[in-house]
């Protein structure tokens, strides 16, 4: 199972640990294609590409996934996005908001039927969610 | 023509006085299906709906929508959903930076080929970018 893992980068990185754990958890589950989320350099290491080049590789990373995960709690125009394009491409999304957050969650991921929102005090809580929300993708794959 | 103007709500309303200009000078071109965004109060009308009144609602709009125009200079799920979403439907799109702003702009906004980004240091250097875009689709939506 190709895992798209969305979380934000240039919108703040006060999350950037959340998202590790989440992307250590998800390498259970299948390939994680977007690792360097997590990486607490990915500002530095992602300077070698264009805005062009990273643009691409990520549409095409979010083209072939079977399912989306994103963590929700810091706005991003990246990952609102991510799960905009997903939502039309019909894809399973489940976005993880943590209830602490600085920001409240927009209507806009809150208020749609096309997404599965778990709100979250911590991050180990959404373990079993994640991993039904998973299970259930990978039996429709196979049936 | 129908402006679907998008900007940020609950990822912060630092802006909301520049997208209230901008909705004063779209409104020359045509109807402005968001006029809320440039309200002060938005926060506090919007408490009367729901999380899904609001989502449908706004989604809907975006469907009638001939183009949209996004101020993105502040990280948002909700801008970002709706420009990912308007990707997908094959809408024109103008995005507005402005240069100066906190946050660096989003790689898969700065990046795609399917927007348009103007950078600004005045939000009325724009007008005229703006002005020549949207008679640009009206004389193609006549043609």
């Not at 039309?88 to 997404?115: Q, R």
């Not at 911590?122 to 929300?133: A, L, M, P, R, V």
Request: with cysteine.
């Amino acid at each position: 199972m190709k895992i798209y893992f969305a979380g934000s980068i240039r919108g703040g990185r006060k999350n950037s640990g959340i998202y590790a754990q989440l992307i250590d958890f998800l390498k259970k589950f299948g390939e994680v294609l977007t690792c360097h989320i997590g990486d607490s350099n990915v500002r530095n290491s992602e300077k070698q590409f264009t805005e062009k080049e990273i643009h691409d590789r990520d549409i095409k990373w979010l083209s072939e996934a079977d399912v989306v995960i994103a963590e929700v709690s810091t706005p991003s125009l990246g990952v609102g996005y991510e799960i905009g394009r997903a939502v039309e491409a019909g894809k399973p999304i489940l976005c993880l908001y943590n209830s602490h957050a600085d920001f409240e969650l927009s209507a806009l991921i809150g208020g749609s039927e096309s997404l599965n929102v778990i709100n979250y005090d911590h991050i180990s809580e959404t373990f079993s969610e994640i991993e039904k929300f998973l299970n259930s993708r990978e039996l429709r794959a196979e049936g």
